[in-house]
């Protein structure tokens, strides 16, 4: 018994991490159900870790400053919530948590446990996810049982993830690692271990899940050929070899993506948006036809695209407001972007709003109106308008934080720290801020966020403190 606490005391992230897709499987198999064992998990880990840490790290000053900075902002966000009253307090704060989670485990991990322990558990445990997620998506394609990325054209193969976008992330954040393990730990057979992961990444039918597998076989192509061209004690057949394998990967999933959903999607998307604007086209020219040259640009500029855009959000703001809030994006392009509507939303919401929430944000129920829900995909403008100047803030001085470390690593110790898994995480570091832009889901979907927070834990494994201590002479 004594073995067993040992070894869960030692490897609380290696536990956690492993278990993430279990919990999102379990979350699919629990979608029809009000209780979500994997939620209220998260959300029990997200308060029982700090507690824990709080006890046992041995830095207890500055962690709990850390955990001031957080805890004190999510306060200045709840009381401001108040002065509207309670209606929408108890969704904000579960909302709140949600993003609060990385953030929160991120620190823990980083006082509880010496860089070599991190290094050692995250390794494990993204080698695990990785073998996971591809059993558990062949398992779900191969049983029928799951969730297609794109309902509306059933296509695409998620399998059993709840939402979609949010697992392309994941599957982003993972392919870089895998391919990584696979050169280090197959050698000369790691060609044979990514095409299992070309068909999966393919089927999903994303652009975030083909894209990172580009960008991670052309990060290997790449680094392969720096090392084979600048740095000569390192020339071997092996990187010969793995720069070339990985080219051909990069061909063979262009090839595959002739025949993927997404291309399918994309040109079905293109064709229908351009019939669409043809025939928005043909109605105002039918219309112009019947009214008189004084009310022509009055119908044409404004009223006239009414009957395009989703009712609930006219009936929130007025038409005036959110015809003046699409602005250019009046065509078919702009009134079929989902992501435009709710970032319009949001803004007409920011523009509502005083100083005050400005600072800490709206409440996420405020998103809501009717039988509509306007939560915002792009993790940028979430945050700020639901987390306003100061949570942005602190994201931003979170992620500064650890880019400037890695930054001064590069700066002091280049040769030392080119290698293929430092460049790895670089990688998926930036795959991972391109889907937090054009993507969301982020920073404000724990079993995503977590993988963030994995990065941000290895960039501080990897480095040196920004600012050493003074030694005593």
């Not at 990060?219 to 020339?235: D, M, N, P, T």
């Not at 404004?302 to 003046?324: A, E, M, S």
């Not at 700020?384 to 942005?392: E, H, T």
Request: proline share 3%; hydrophobic share 50%.
């Amino acid at each position: 018994m004594k073995k067993v606490i040992d070894f869960v005391k030692n490897n609380m992230l290696l536990i956690f991490l492993t278990l993430q897709p279990f919990l999102d499987i379990l979350a699919y198999f629990q979608s029809d159900s009000a209780v979500s064992l994997a939620g209220y998990f998260r959300l029990a880990v997200t308060v029982a870790l700090p507690l824990y840490v709080l006890f046992f790290t041995k830095e207890r000053k500055k962690f709990i400053a850390v955990m001031s900075v957080i805890v004190g902002f999510c306060a200045l966000h709840v009381l401001n919530t108040l002065r509207d009253g309670f209606a929408g307090v108890f969704s904000d704060v579960k909302y709140m948590l949600l993003v609060a989670h990385m953030p929160i485990l991120l620190f823990c991990f980083m006082f509880l446990y010496e860089k070599a322990s991190l290094l050692k558990q995250i390794s494990t445990g993204l080698i695990i996810n990785v073998i996971t997620s591809v059993v558990a998506f062949y398992l779900s394609y191969a049983l029928n049982s799951g969730n297609c990325t794109y309902p509306m054209f059933q296509m695409g193969w998620t399998g059993w993830y709840v939402i979609p976008n949010a697992q392309s992330i994941i599957l982003s954040s993972l392919i870089p690692f895998g391919l990584c393990f696979a050169i280090k730990y197959c050698k000369y057979y790691f060609p044979l271990t990514m095409l299992p992961l070309i068909y999966m990444y393919t089927l999903n039918g994303t652009k975030a899940t083909f894209g990172a597998m580009l960008a991670s076989f052309g990060a290997v192509a790449g680094f392969c050929f720096v090392e084979l061209v600048f740095i000569k004690e390192k020339r071997n057949r092996f990187q010969i070899y793995k720069c070339a394998m990985a080219v051909l990967l990069i061909a063979a999933s262009l090839l595959c993506y002739n025949y993927s959903p997404r291309q399918i999607i994309d040109s079905t998307a293109q064709s229908n948006r351009l019939e669409e604007q043809a025939a928005l086209d043909k109605l105002m020219e039918e219309d112009k036809e019947d009214k008189d040259k004084e009310d022509e640009e009055e119908l044409k500029g404004k009223y006239f695209y009414l009957d395009y855009i989703n009712p609930n959000l006219v009936d929130r703001f007025g038409p005036d407001k959110v015809l003046d809030a699409y602005g250019e994006n009046l065509n078919s392009y702009g009134l079929s972007d989902m992501r435009l509507k709710k970032l319009i939303y949001a803004r007409l919401v920011w523009d509502e709003s005083d100083f005050a929430t400005r600072l800490v944000g709206f409440e996420y129920t405020k998103m809501q109106h009717k039988d509509d829900n306007f939560d915002l995909e792009n993790d940028p403008p979430a945050i700020l308008y639901y987390y306003g100047y100061i949570g942005a803030a602190l994201f931003l001085l979170l992620m500064a934080y650890f880019i400037a470390r890695l930054i001064k690593q590069l700066v002091t110790d280049f040769k030392g720290s080119f290698n293929l898994f430092n460049f790895i995480v670089l990688v998926a570091l930036g795959l991972q801020i391109i889907s937090a832009i054009y993507s969301g889901y982020l920073l404000r979907r724990p079993n995503v966020a977590i993988y963030l927070g994995i990065v941000l834990l290895l960039i501080y494994c990897r480095t040196e403190p920004l600012f050493k201590k003074k030694t005593e002479g």
